[in-house]
């Protein structure tokens, strides 16, 4: 990795969620399967006139009538399942159970193998937090006891890129965004949203991709990995 002259080491490292922490693509599709199953089982009607794929392409038309839903998937996956219940007379009131069984099979992640040792490897050195656009919830996936403080858009009511939600996430922490590095994997909403809001940003790259050099953002480093991302931290600020 290029290197610059040794700083102090951050006050803060900051972290993406899903496909940064843990792959998230293979959790949603199986999460959609468990609920559509509990659909079958608990909302018949429902599970007879829809599929996962109608249901998801019910989702999108709805976002496209409705874009402020794209802040809070979850929100935007509970709009569609009642429109989806009022369209076959089915008990609105059974909705809410579907969404929490939904949300535990969404939280059923797991953490890369380097994540766990990385974020013990951090801990003691700097304050640790997370900002994410998506539902992930800390405490469920039990991983809430590595984090000082976390911010998500759902809640919070504005997403990656805006540097508001970058500026939330240091004020929970007590730091300036010059005192903080920020990780994650996406270049748009993670790097270059960091960069802009005044933070340093790392670009975890598990996939060896060269997108960047496309999209003409420029990380402070790239990792590849917990273990790359601590081996610069050490080089960078000793």
Known sequence: ???????????????????????IAPVILQAEQILFAWLAANAPRVAERFTIDSLRQARLELLAQRPELQLDLGALRRVGLEAAFEQVGEDLSKVELAMTEFFAARNAVVPY????????GLKGRVLIGSI?????????????????????????????????????????????????????DDLILDVQGAQRAGLRAVWMNRTASRRHLEEGVQPDAIAANFDELLAWLRQEHG
């Open 132 to 184: 994410t656009n998506g539902n992930a919830d800390l405490q469920t996936i039990g991983l809430a006891h590595h984090f000082d403080a976390s911010v998500a858009a759902p809640r919070f009511g504005r997403a990656k890129p805006d540097p508001a939600i970058f500026h939330a996430g240091c004020a929970a922490l007590g730091v300036a965004p010059h005192e903080a590095v920020y990780v994650g």
């Open 113 to 120: 193998d380097d994540v766990l040792p990385g974020l013990s």
């Open 1 to 23: 990795m290029t290197t610059t002259p040794r700083r102090p080491w951050p006050r803060a490292v900051l972290f993406d969620l899903d496909d940064t922490l843990w792959p």
